[in-house]
């Protein structure tokens, strides 16, 4: 299959997805360092200090970035106990999918199927439409409704939604997806949600961005209303967390 990821990959695409807002920022910075020719000494500090905390806010974000998305080892997923069997799995994304060759690759005798909940009426951040230009669909992926997923009761051992249920900003919409996912999730399956939490740690790192996701309370009450049960957390980065959940009430 070959290198399924390529060398400094995630930070690439991080720019390359996002590359307005960096050229925004970099003009906003040369148009204050030139206005602050033409002012005073104090109002000039006061430019240059501001302008210098952007670039520096920007560069952490991109350095934190680049280490967890391809220094970390997180793609490698060697946190994920391999299974030998033949079992069914679904990774579920928001427009852009990474991961699906990834997990073929660790899981080569599964039944394997990708969704994607991507609405443009929706979803409308130019981000993700660059990235699906970049990244078409997995082969035979099947595009749902976040709030139906045309698939039977308990009929999937395990389901990977990774960086993108944060992408359904509606609360009670996300409980209905969760509570779609439980009710697909076969009775001693796995429901694996990979997320960055609104937390400190992202806060240092993304400053306000950090605010485009939620708090680990906020993803337990999804998953409390949706009666799903939280078996473990994993601390894959200080940036990222994953939710091993089952249903409310069985064990694995």
């Known amino acids: 299959m070959g290198q399924l990821r390529k060398p400094f990959q995630g930070i690439v695409n991080i720019i390359r997805f996002n590359w307005h807002f960096y050229i925004m920022a970099i003009v906003l910075i040369a148009i204050l360092?030139?206005?602050?020719?033409?002012?005073?000494?104090?109002?000039?500090?006061?430019?240059?200090t501001s302008c210098f905390l952007l670039f520096l806010t920007i560069f952490i974000s991109l350095l934190?970035?680049?280490?967890?998305?391809?220094?970390?080892?997180?793609?490698?997923?060697?946190?994920?106990?391999?299974?030998?069997?033949?079992?069914s799995i679904l990774n579920i994304n928001a427009g852009f999918d990474e991961t699906s060759e990834l997990l073929i690759a660790k899981f080569k005798n599964s039944d394997f199927l990708a969704l994607d909940f991507y609405n443009s009426k929706k979803h409308t951040e130019i981000s993700i439409k660059r990235a699906r230009k970049a990244?078409?669909?997995?082969?035979?992926?099947?595009?749902?409704?976040?709030?139906?997923?045309?698939?039977?009761?308990?009929?999937?051992?395990?389901?990977?939604?990774?960086?993108?249920?944060h992408e359904i900003r509606n609360i009670e919409e996300r409980i209905h997806f969760f509570k779609e996912l439980n009710r697909i999730l076969k009775p001693k399956g796995t429901l694996i949600v990979i997320e960055h939490l609104r937390d400190f740690a992202n806060f240092m790192a993304y400053t306000i961005g950090?605010?485009?996701?939620?708090?680990?309370a906020s993803w337990l009450n999804t998953f409390h209303k949706a009666n799903l049960k939280m078996t473990k957390q994993i601390k894959n980065t200080a940036f990222i967390s994953t939710f091993i959940l089952e249903k409310n009430g069985n064990t694995l």
Do not use: C, R
Not at 69 to 86: A, E, V
């Open 64 to 87: 934190v970035s680049y280490y967890v998305y391809d220094l970390s080892g997180f793609y490698n997923f060697n946190w994920i106990p391999n299974d030998t069997q033949k079992i």
């Open 33 to 48: 360092l030139v206005l602050a020719n033409y002012t005073n000494s104090t109002f000039k500090l006061f430019i240059n």
């Open 135 to 165: 990244y078409p669909p997995y082969s035979n992926t099947m595009h749902i409704n976040s709030s139906k997923i045309e698939l039977a009761n308990s009929s999937v051992d395990k389901i990977f939604v990774i960086l993108s249920a």
């Open 210 to 216: 950090a605010f485009h996701f939620y708090s680990k």
